[in-house]
């Protein structure tokens, strides 16, 4: 069992950047590899980056690639989300996830993964 713990959203202009953080809690945590979506109003949750439980595979949507950056301290059982460059269409409730059963990649497919946090709010002004 893991429990998330989101943090770090906000209210951003476009152009700004903010660092979200997901706290895991538990012993096993470099055994999951992690992922962020997204959900906005109207829309289908997206995906948005993916790490591998060993943090050498990242994986990135179409729309935030060379704009945010996951990346991962299994140390501190935290993955971390540095979204810079943000435009209004990065509003969304940003939700990260663990999948225990990924191996040495990381899945794009929220169905893939086991447990979820509560969300954190993104709001990006114009």
Not at 74 to 79: F, P, S
Request: with cysteine; charged share 20%.
């Amino acid at each position: 069992q893991v429990q998330l713990v989101e943090s770090g959203g906000g209210l951003v202009q476009a152009g700004g950047s903010l660092r979200l953080s997901c706290a895991a809690s538990g012993r096993t945590f470099s055994r999951y590899a992690m992922g962020w979506f997204r959900h906005a109003p109207g829309k289908e949750r997206e995906f948005v980056a993916a790490i591998a439980r060993n943090g050498d595979n990242t994986y990135y949507a179409d729309s935030v690639k060379g704009r945010f950056t996951i990346s991962r301290d299994n140390a501190k059982n935290t993955v971390y989300l540095q979204m810079t460059s943000l435009k209004p269409e990065d509003t969304a409730v940003y939700y990260c996830a663990a999948d225990w059963k990924a191996g040495s990649s990381a899945s794009r497919q929220p169905t893939a993964y086991d447990y979820w946090g509560q969300g954190t709010q993104v709001t990006v002004s114009s």
